[in-house]
């Protein structure tokens, strides 16, 4: 999955966020964005946390999305560690529904910016596109491809729109 020359770097806390968060690795696919992922923790892995994000900028990456669940500090212990920007993605958690590592990623001290996206839902997704957003910047074909992105959803939406009409009319 881990592709050469990576742009962007994919965090998280464990293993077993992985089946909740790998829409964030389609959505950078779509928009053909080399990515790696690892496993790296806040708390069970310090030393590598800080060596990876201190290195992250000369290795080449230009944004780092961080995916943790419960006290979910991965995120932030990023953010103090390199200039990059910093994208959350709080994982759902059994026990606290999620609250707890939406908590712990969105609320950081001011002078360190994490952004945080939703727990669940679009998330992990929002997590790639934002992450494209960004590279976007300064890169014209890219902001192209995401504008001709954002046309297609229009068009979507609207068709959903009138098929859903076509229903209610077969429904009165
Ligand atoms: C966090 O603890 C991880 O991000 C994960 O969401 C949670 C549980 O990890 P495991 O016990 O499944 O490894 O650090």
Do not use: C
């Not at 592709?3 to 790998?22: A, C, F, H, T, Y």
């Not at 806040?42 to 990456?61: D, Q």
Request: without cysteine; negative net charge; aromatic residues 4%.
């Amino acid at each position: 999955m881990s592709q050469e020359n990576p742009r962007v770097g994919i965090l998280m806390g464990s293993d077993s966020d992985w089946p909740k968060i790998n829409k964030v690795a389609a959505a950078l696919q779509e928009f053909d964005i080399p990515f790696e992922v690892n496993v790296m923790s806040a708390h069970r892995t310090p030393a590598a946390v800080a060596e990876y994000s201190t290195n992250a900028e000369s290795r080449g990456l230009q944004v780092i999305i961080a995916a943790a669940g419960g006290a979910a500090h991965l995120a932030g212990v990023v953010a103090a560690h390199t200039s990059l920007p910093v994208i959350g993605i709080p994982v759902p958690t059994a026990d606290l529904g999620g609250m707890d590592s939406l908590l712990s990623t969105v609320q950081m001290p001011g002078d360190v910016p994490v952004v945080s996206v939703a727990v669940g839902m679009g998330g992990p997704r929002n997590a790639g596109l934002f992450a494209v957003q960004i590279l976007a910047t300064a890169d014209a074909d890219l902001r192209r491809r995401f504008a001709e992105f954002k046309t297609r959803l229009v068009a979507k939406i609207g068709q959903k729109n009138e098929a859903f009409q076509k229903q209610l009319q077969t429904e009165s």
